[in-house]
């Protein structure tokens, strides 16, 4: 299945209230550019591109100093476009990633020095390209998560 998408707003405007400082926007994608970074064969919907320069241009706007890149279901347990975020961005990005049950913890160490401090479980029903997320994953993935502060 593959659902459109509203694509993002063009025209984003400064709040009328401003953000205080230091403020953070604790969830947002990254989408593309899909030449770059395409997404999974199977997925639910197909975003336009909204890449990490909209981002910052967005948060620039909104007034937040930092934010939390939360990888996108289109991607499945592709976490490229969010690593490579967090590479450009080390000072004002962190992120929540998607992995797989089988994650190992030197992938988890390597993702985590990178500014990866959460990692995304979820039960999708219907499906996304990668099989259910939920609680048997964060079961076998919570001691490498802890062991990884």
């Not at 967005?58 to 289109?74: C, F, I, K, N």
């Amino acid at each position: 299945m593959d659902l459109p998408c509203l694509p993002p707003i063009a025209d984003t405007r400064p709040p009328k209230i401003p953000s205080p400082a230091g403020a953070c926007d604790t969830h947002f994608h990254i989408f593309g550019p899909v030449a770059k970074f395409p997404f999974a064969e199977k997925r639910s919907y197909t975003p336009d591109d909204a890449p990490l320069e909209h981002l910052l241009k967005l948060l620039d706007t909104l007034g937040m100093a930092r934010g939390v890149v939360v990888q996108a279901h289109p991607y499945g347990t592709d976490n490229t476009v969010v690593l490579d975020a967090l590479r450009r961005e080390p000072k004002r990005l962190r992120a929540a990633a998607i992995v797989k049950p089988d994650t190992g913890r030197e992938e988890l160490k390597r993702m985590a020095d990178l500014g990866v401090r959460a990692l995304r479980f979820h039960h999708m029903p219907h499906g996304v390209g990668f099989s259910s997320l939920g609680m048997q994953s964060f079961e076998k993935l919570a001691p490498l998560m802890a062991d990884l502060g």
